[in-house]
């Protein structure tokens, strides 16, 4: 009998094959995904010790114990309280919701329908198609009414076509939806006609609806149309009239549609041939929407095909569902106390100026930058020059907020029912207002960071500016390759292939020569090719989709090394590293696969091992030589901003 021979260790690895791992692999074999999230890594551990915090502290107002300084969070607590109130939730069930479901069931036709539209809008349930309201791209000093695609059953119009994930997908989308229809008061037979026209109208919309990659290009989602041309194509129903109901006097007579065809094709959607499809459709999909709003079993059943979809194992503690759900609704008030309680001015003030050397290194960038010609060099540093800075948290709270009463004799539902439709017309509302450019579009305690072309600023939410991204405690080079290199992410939205778009106002504004444009187009093209077709956990990523991010991240890194040269015996290891570490991450295999579908990020550790593969310093530090994984000839690499 043969002994079995003892294995050889595995070769260590090396950041010149593999910086991810090298930097990482310790970390990924500890980290253990939670069981009530798809994934866990440097972005959402800090997720988690901001909760874990502020759900302590929630704790401690829901007892009387502390007070948040910050009125609307009061009315956040008193949600939070309501939705833990298990027993009432379990008792009432789904009768909460019965009135509006019935009121749905009970449309007949078109015109039963129209009748009761706009009630139907202002209580949040789901159209065929999204109404909203944005900036007006064309002036962005006021709003436009917008009329986009509506969401489908599987996350992307091309998973339709893949017969198995598509049979796979559309067995756990019914089962959890026959699950909440066997609440209903629905017959059995009923049940399952609603959930046959549910799927068989989705099937309509899917053919209509721009992919993920086709939505990735989001200048190509403005597009005016006339109100009377919009209206004739959405028959059977009335646009004129939803319009009117809504906003008066006030309806705009344009609307910027972001799928033209979908609208224009929309009778092959919806006619009086399906129309008890459609309100079939409309009732499961308000079931859906309204779930969290019932029993804690009900919302656990509502979200059954969204865990399918990413991996998560169960749902969150009732604790944690509560403060999840009590923190996103009222998320500037709860951001603004985050921020005052745990953000310090010293940080503040250090990282603002980091953002002004940034802006500085990518105006001298702009100025050497050899493919643009001086006319469009001028107008590029007056965009960099306006961007508005939003870092940590704001000065206040809109008061929105504090409009939201949560009152002691509300039951959950009522509550979050009234919360919902106060969302709703604050959004419709915007559309007879001037656009506010002080409003933040993310909250305080959000581990995240973003670019908004409409407004030209950055934001930097207070939770962000922590380890590993940034620490006053931290080398300077480390905060370079963290959260500096987030910040010219950022910056770089402003000059990707979406952004590159806008002027310094937000407004979509030709201001590149032509001969210019093509050059930036080339690059771009360069970029896409670099990236597309990565093998990636069975999947492939899709360099298109991917590729406004890819430039930023590029931007980013370029900008910050540009920094990097002016310190004195810059520590280039140490920047590369860390940027490699604030990419960490451990996904279920359901959420990589859903990811690689409709994110337009690309992977987290091609995040970490591309990005430096351009840069002559990443070969200087490591001594990468051409036998090494991370190697690229020189030819191949990319460099834009």
């Not at 067995?171 to 037979?189: D, N, P, Q, R, W």
């Not at 001028?378 to 965009?383: Q, R, V």
Request: overall charge negative; aromatic content about 10%; proline content about 5%.
């Amino acid at each position: 009998m043969s002994k079995k021979q003892p294995q050889a260790p595995a070769a260590p690895v090396r950041p010149q094959d593999d910086l991810y791992r090298f930097v990482n692999g310790e970390q990924l074999a500890a980290l253990q995904i939670p069981s009530d999230m798809p994934a866990i890594g440097s972005f959402v551990s800090l997720h988690l010790d901001v909760e874990k915090q502020l759900m302590s502290d929630f704790e401690a107002f829901a007892r009387g114990e502390k007070d948040p300084g910050v009125p609307a969070v009061a009315d956040a607590v008193r949600l939070y309280k309501k939705a833990l109130d298990i027993d009432a939730r379990e008792a009432a069930g789904i009768t909460p919701l019965l009135p509006l479901l019935t009121k749905i069931k009970d449309v007949r036709d078109a015109a039963g329908y129209n009748a009761v539209a706009a009630q139907l809008l202002l209580e949040g349930v789901p159209f065929p198609f999204d109404v909203d309201v944005n900036e007006d791209v064309n002036d962005t000093s006021r709003q436009c009414l917008c009329l986009f695609d509506p969401p489908t059953i599987l996350p992307d119009k091309n998973l339709y076509d893949k017969k198995l994930v598509r049979f796979l997908l559309l067995s756990s989308y019914k089962k959890m939806v026959a699950s909440l229809l066997a609440l209903t008061h629905l017959t059995k037979a009923e049940q399952k006609t609603y959930l046959r026209d549910t799927v068989a109208f989705d099937d309509r919309l899917r053919q209509k609806v721009k992919s993920q990659v086709e939505a990735a290009d989001y200048v190509k989602l403005f597009n005016p149309m006339s109100v009377d041309e919009a209206a004739e194509c959405l028959k059977p129903l009335d646009l004129k009239g939803l319009l009117r109901d809504v906003w008066g006097d006030a309806a705009p007579g344009t609307i910027n549609v972001g799928t033209p065809d979908f609208v224009r094709g929309f009778c092959e959607i919806l006619s009086g041939d399906n129309f008890e499809q459609f309100i079939h459709w409309t009732y499961v999909n308000a079931l859906i929407a309204y779930a969290p709003a019932l029993s804690r079993t009900i919302a656990g059943l509502a979200n059954a095909y969204r865990r399918r979809l990413t991996g998560v194992k169960e749902e969150p503690a009732a604790e944690k569902q509560a403060f999840r759900l009590a923190s996103a609704l009222y998320d500037q008030p709860v951001g603004l106390y985050y921020g005052r309680a745990y953000f310090g001015e010293e940080a503040k003030a250090d990282v603002v100026d980091m953002v002004r050397q940034i802006i500085a290194a990518y105006r001298t960038r702009i100025a050497d930058n050899d493919f643009l010609s001086p006319a469009t060099k001028e107008k590029a540093i007056l965009k960099l020059d306006e961007i508005k800075i939003k870092m940590g948290y704001p000065d206040g709270c809109d008061a929105y907020y504090d409009s939201l009463k949560v009152r002691e004799e509300d039951t959950f539902f009522d509550a979050m029912r009234a919360i919902l439709c106060a969302r709703i017309r604050r959004r419709i509302d915007k559309l007879t207002r001037p656009t506010d450019f002080t409003e933040w579009n993310m909250p305080g305690h959000m581990v995240n960071a973003s670019y908004d072309p409409f407004k030209n600023d950055i934001t930097f939410p207070a939770a962000i500016l922590q380890k590993p991204f940034y620490s006053l405690t931290q080398k300077r080079e480390e905060n370079l390759g963290g959260i500096g290199t987030v910040i010219g992410h950022e910056i770089s939205h402003a000059f990707d292939n979406n952004g590159a778009h806008f002027d310094e106002h937000g407004n979509l504004h030709d201001w590149w020569t032509e001969e210019d444009f093509k050059q930036f187009e080339a690059r771009t093209q360069g970029m896409i090719e670099q990236y597309d077709g990565i093998p990636f956990h069975g999947g492939k990523v899709n360099g298109k989709l991917v590729v406004s991010e890819n430039i930023a991240d590029n931007g980013g890194m370029a900008a910050t090394l540009e920094i990097m040269r002016d310190l004195p015996d810059a520590d280039y290891k140490a920047y590369f590293m860390n940027f490699a570490r604030v990419w960490c991450q451990k996904a279920s295999e359901s959420y990589i696969r859903l990811l690689l579908t409709n994110d337009v990020h690309s992977p987290a550790e091609l995040r970490a091992n591309m990005t430096p593969r351009n840069f002559a310093e990443w070969y200087a530090a490591f001594d990468v030589a051409p036998t090494d994984g991370m190697y690229i000839p020189e030819d191949k690499r990319v460099a834009i901003w």
